[in-house]
């Protein structure tokens, strides 16, 4: 069932045929089993039996024999028979990121000498709080290393709100480390903060150490929300990379200190975790991306208009099926073009792969995103990826609800037709500001007929007086809304409205599946 909402008032669309010419010849289907009995109508609703007014039918939209999006019938595709891409749970992450944490402090522990001291009680806190530091910040480059196990099993949203609370962890340390490092020297040489300050900088590890910290507060404040939007994103990313330098130089540091030096095991340790994590970061990084561009050679193939302000893409390489892309998934993408090159886009998927081709669906949002619609085919294309966990391993009940808002409907317009399940299983409301900006229409009409599936446009200003969104009017188009698993994708204004609204229904919080491409 399709419906459109400009109101209170669901009135059905009137269904869109194609001519029987332009459908391929397919295999005569089982008897439909008998409909389940009707619910009450919802209050707002309007039963199909009733007589309304509908629009009138569209011509239905050509298919070009070389498009390879959407030259095939509409149907749920099969399971890829590629292996399954490794995932790392969220909980085993944390249990490991809080075992390492536990084996910096038993480190301190057993090198600790107890004394009531003022000066040791300073050194002490101060060589406890410089090793989680210094191990904080490992951990912040590991999160950020774009491990696909980690990326598919956690979200690439979550590691980067953990790597963003995490930063703010890791500068409290460092300011307590320096503090308490600067009062047990004064104490101890009964000197003044001044001095005591000038006497430690003229040991060439501590100025390393200052000039790392200047350079982690850089990255502090210019990835502070409000600073980041003033910013271009090459910029923002050029005073990032700062943070590598600031690692080498804590490291510098660290192996000069007492609790490090002090033994050729601990010292071998922590330089073997430092030499890991950087293997990491130039493998996923730099090495991983440079070989799948030589392999696959991915280039533009076509760019079409989709709407007002709204283009997909065409990437068409060899071998595309090797990279494990699975519905729901994204790329950052990097087209060699000027204007473009510098920048790592993250777009999703917005269809499965086919025929070696890859699908995006752009809005023209800011100079970036306008600057797509101009590609021309055969533009060379650098893809870094799949990530992203808003997938369909997150299914945990036998329903699902599909809830988009603008263009974050990519993802979910893939998922929509990829995702197992019989009639009545899947829904997808998609919340716009009015009808054209409804993105993909047609072949979303498409997949709800072929695959009997319940699709509703929630159409209306933001600050319209109904909100098509609160909970009672999302009880009304999904009566049994609580045991639904629930994929969500917008803007993150209308993600916070929706997930508190999902919550109010009764939707627990553990079966709200979103990403956050602002964090992604």
């Known amino acids: 069932m399709t419906t459109e909402a400009s109101h209170p008032l669901y009135v059905p669309l009137a269904p869109l045929t194609a001519p029987r010419a332009e459908e391929p010849r397919r295999r005569r289907r089982p008897p439909v089993p008998p409909a389940r009995p009707a619910e009450p109508p919802a209050a707002g609703s309007v039963r199909p039996a009733e007589p309304v007014a509908t629009?009138?039918?569209?011509?239905?939209?050509?298919?070009?024999?070389?498009?390879?999006?959407?030259?095939?019938?509409?149907?749920?595709?099969?399971?890829?028979?590629?292996?399954?891409?490794?995932?790392?749970?969220?909980?085993?992450?944390?249990?490991?990121?809080?075992?390492?944490?536990?084996?910096?402090?038993?480190?301190?522990?057993?090198?600790?000498r107890p004394s009531a001291r003022l000066d040791v009680l300073f050194a002490s806190g101060a060589h406890l709080t410089g090793l989680l530091?210094?191990?904080?910040?490992?951990?912040?480059?590991?999160?950020?290393?774009?491990?696909?196990?980690?990326?598919?099993g956690?979200?690439?949203?979550?590691?980067?709100?953990?790597?963003?609370?995490?930063?703010?962890?890791?500068?409290?340390?460092?300011?307590?480390h320096a503090v308490l490092a600067l009062c047990g020297h004064a104490v101890h040489t009964h000197a003044d903060l001044v001095t005591a300050a000038g006497d430690l900088l003229s040991y060439g590890a501590i100025a390393a150490a200052t000039a790392g910290t200047a350079l982690l507060v850089a990255v502090g404040i210019t990835s502070a929300r409000s600073v980041r939007r003033r910013l271009r994103h090459e910029t923002w990313r050029a005073v990032h990379l700062g943070a590598l330098l600031a690692a080498a130089l804590g490291f510098v540091h660290q192996l000069a200190g007492p609790d490090?030096?002090?033994?050729?095991?601990?010292?071998?340790?922590?330089?073997?975790?430092?030499?890991?994590v950087a293997v990491l970061l130039v493998w996923y990084r730099i090495v991983v991306p440079a070989r799948a561009a030589l392999?696959?050679?991915?280039?533009?193939?076509?760019?079409?208009?989709?709407?007002?302000?709204?283009?997909?893409?065409?990437?068409?390489?060899?071998?595309?099926?090797?990279?494990r892309a699975e519905p729901g998934q994204f790329f950052r993408w990097r087209f060699l073009r000027r204007g473009l090159w510098a920048t790592a886009l993250p777009f999703s998927l917005s269809a499965p792969v086919r025929d070696d081709t890859l699908r995006i669906t752009v809005k023209a949002l800011g100079?970036?995103?306008?600057?797509?619609?101009?590609?021309?085919?055969?533009?060379?294309?650098?893809?870094?990826?799949?990530?992203?966990?808003?997938?369909?391993?997150?299914?945990?009940?036998?329903k699902v609800l599909l809830l988009a808002g603008g263009v974050g409907i990519t993802p979910l317009r893939a998922l929509f037709e990829t995702l197992p399940g019989g009639p009545g299983d899947v829904t997808l409301l998609y919340r716009a500001s009015d009808s054209s900006s409804v993105v993909l229409r047609e072949e979303l009409e498409a997949i709800a007929r072929e695959r009997r599936a319940d699709l509703h446009f929630l159409l209306g200003p933001s600050d319209d007086s109904f909100d098509p969104l609160a909970p009672r009017a999302l009880r009304n188009l999904v009566p049994d809304l609580a045991a639904h698993d629930v994929y969500l994708c917008g803007p993150p204004a209308m993600a916070r409205a929706a997930t508190a609204s999902l919550r109010r229904a009764g939707v627990p919080a553990s079966r709200i599946h979103s990403e956050d491409f602002d964090h992604a």
Do not use: C, K, N
Request: charged residues 20%; without cysteine; hydrophobic residues 45%.
């Open 260 to 276: 490090i030096a002090g033994g050729l095991l601990t010292r071998w340790l922590w330089s073997l975790a430092h030499a890991v």
């Open 367 to 398: 100079d970036h995103t306008r600057r797509v619609r101009r590609l021309r085919p055969g533009t060379r294309v650098l893809a870094t990826g799949p990530f992203g966990a808003l997938t369909a391993h997150r299914r945990t009940r036998r």
């Open 133 to 152: 530091a210094g191990y904080g910040v490992l951990v912040l480059l590991l999160l950020m290393a774009r491990i696909p196990a980690v990326e598919h």
């Open 295 to 323: 392999r696959h050679d991915l280039r533009v193939a076509e760019v079409r208009d989709e709407g007002p302000g709204v283009v997909s893409v065409l990437i068409r390489g060899r071998g595309v099926d090797r990279l």
């Open 55 to 112: 629009r009138p039918a569209r011509p239905a939209r050509s298919v070009r024999p070389t498009d390879p999006v959407a030259a095939r019938p509409v149907r749920p595709s099969a399971a890829p028979s590629a292996a399954p891409a490794l995932r790392l749970a969220p909980g085993r992450l944390r249990a490991g990121v809080a075992a390492g944490a536990g084996a910096v402090g038993l480190l301190w522990g057993l090198q600790a």
């Open 154 to 176: 956690v979200g690439a949203d979550r590691l980067a709100r953990r790597h963003a609370l995490g930063g703010r962890y890791v500068l409290g340390l460092i300011a307590a």
